[in-house]
């Protein structure tokens, strides 16, 4: 079997991969697939941190703004595309860099899609009409209770996961978190080598607030209204992430500005600290602090030269 190579740079929100990602793949002549579940999405560039225009520019990226925000876009589906995309890039000789904070999307590139009980609708309804009935905190309540490490790993808004999550519960006995560990057991797809960059927490959290009030003042408001006027639904799962979410609630007048700005400032230091339990549990990762981009560059130049792109490696 044939593996191409891949650096993999993959670290909770506002550590500073995309700076690093294009430093890198701009040195080595390579370019990047981004593995963000948000990025994918058009018209949504604000309140997913997108590489700037001017950054694409430098380097070309790959799998950024693919899909309308009403389009259907998964793991699944990431691979598919993603998998296109590293051979033809590998092909031309030049080294591919995976970069995004989406850890679902990474593993299941790297390790394939995790196979997990069919769908059972009566459960399914059950939990939704749980869902409808008490609201998405019911549920989360009851996952918690019933599979904190799973509870741990899932963002409280997202119904569809916390769903998914009850339902492998209740179909195997075996903690949706269970399964995920048993397959990461296997076989790479892909020579990689994974980047983590360290941010001290405190340091963290203000990088998050930071970088909030830097949407909020390029626009995020506006963005906001502008996908609500083109007709996308507020319901759609793009507009129901972090930043977005908030703002329509304001909007909806749920909440006032100065609240609106703490609270996506709260639910993205959750949503990091998520990440942080998610990264370390992958034992590849080399971590780096994350100013020794130099350091970094020796690392990755190593690597590079072992398993060169255009050179894939036979193995058996």
Excluded at 38 to 62: C, F, M, S, W
């Amino acid at each position: 079997m044939d593996k191409l190579s891949l650096v993999i740079i993959n670290s909770p929100t506002a550590t500073g991969k995309t700076r690093l990602a294009i430093e890198l793949a701009h040195a080595f002549g390579g370019e990047i697939v981004s593995a963000d579940s948000l990025q994918v999405y058009r018209y949504l560039d604000i309140g997913t941190a997108k590489p700037t225009v001017a950054e694409r520019n430098k380097v070309k990226h790959h799998l950024i703004d693919v899909v309308d925000p009403d389009e259907e876009f998964n793991a699944a589906v990431f691979t598919g595309q993603a998998q296109k995309i590293i051979e033809k890039v590998n092909a031309s000789g030049k080294p591919i860099f995976v970069v995004g904070g989406t850890g679902l999307y990474i593993r299941a590139l790297t390790r394939g899609i995790i196979e997990t009980p069919k769908v059972d609708e009566k459960i399914r309804n059950y939990y939704r009409g749980l869902r409808d009935m008490h609201g998405k905190e019911y549920i989360y309540d009851i996952l918690q209770k019933r599979d904190k490490e799973a509870a741990l790993r899932i963002n409280p808004n997202d119904a569809v996961r916390v769903i998914r999550a009850l339902e492998v519960l209740e179909q195997t006995g075996e903690s949706i978190v269970t399964i995920q560990k048993k397959h990461s057991f296997s076989r790479s797809n892909y020579n990689t080598y994974k980047i983590g960059l360290k941010v001290e927490r405190s340091a963290l959290k203000k990088r998050i607030d930071a970088r909030t009030d830097q949407m909020i003042a390029a626009g995020l408001l506006d963005e906001v209204q502008n996908l609500l006027a083109r007709g996308y639904g507020a319901w759609l799962k793009p507009l129901q992430s972090l930043g977005y979410r908030q703002v329509i609630d304001f909007l909806n007048g749920k909440q006032h500005w100065e609240r609106t700005v703490e609270l996506i400032k709260r639910e993205t230091w959750l949503y990091a600290k998520r990440q942080m339990t998610w990264f370390a549990a992958d034992q590849e990762i080399n971590w780096y602090p994350a100013e020794l981009s130099a350091e970094i560059a020796k690392k990755v130049d190593a690597f590079l030269k072992e398993f060169p792109a255009g050179v894939p490696c036979n193995i058996t």
